[in-house]
């Protein structure tokens, strides 16, 4: 049961950034996206380069969730971006709330199930490697 639920949990993850990202893509290149956009977060992205390095990553963790590889660097990447989404639909935008909590407890949850690979990172003084 737990394998499955994870397996869910990077499918569901890896699709919804990987589209996110994609859908970033068209906003850059001036196109019509194909997923409404929050007003709000686009306005925190007026400088450019700001949006082409998340959406980069959005896109890039989700084939790496989908494919199965490096699934804790794509989960430590992907931590802060869904913090922020969870945010600001929290205090500035409640269009996308529903998507933004499932994307933390998704994103929890996998942290929660890759913990052994993060507890190096909490060592008050590491050993020589």
């Known amino acids: 049961m737990t394998k499955i639920l994870m397996q869910i949990s990077k ?5 919804v950034f990987l589209v996110a990202g994609i859908n970033g893509y068209f906003v850059i290149f001036g196109l019509e996206p ?3 956009t929050s007003p709000e977060a686009m306005a925190l992205f007026e400088l450019k380069y700001l949006l082409v390095a998340e959406k ?3 896109v890039i963790c989700g084939i790496l969730l989908i494919i199965n590889q490096f699934i ?3 989960v ?5 971006i869904t913090a922020n989404i969870f945010l600001l639909h ?6 996308f709330l ?3 909590f499932m ?3 998704t994103l929890g949850y996998l942290l929660f199930y890759y913990r052994k690979n993060f507890k190096s990172l909490l060592e008050r003084k590491p050993g020589p490697s």
Do not use: C, R, T
Request: charged letters at 5%; hydrophobic letters at 70%.
């Open 103 to 105: 994307l933390v407890i």
């Open 56 to 58: 980069s990553l959005e």
């Open 76 to 80: 430590a990447i992907l931590s802060p």
């Open 90 to 95: 929290l205090f500035l935008d409640h269009s």
């Open 72 to 74: 804790p660097l794509a």
């Open 98 to 100: 529903p998507l933004a």
């Open 34 to 36: 194909f997923i409404a």
């Open 11 to 15: 499918l569901f993850l890896g699709i």
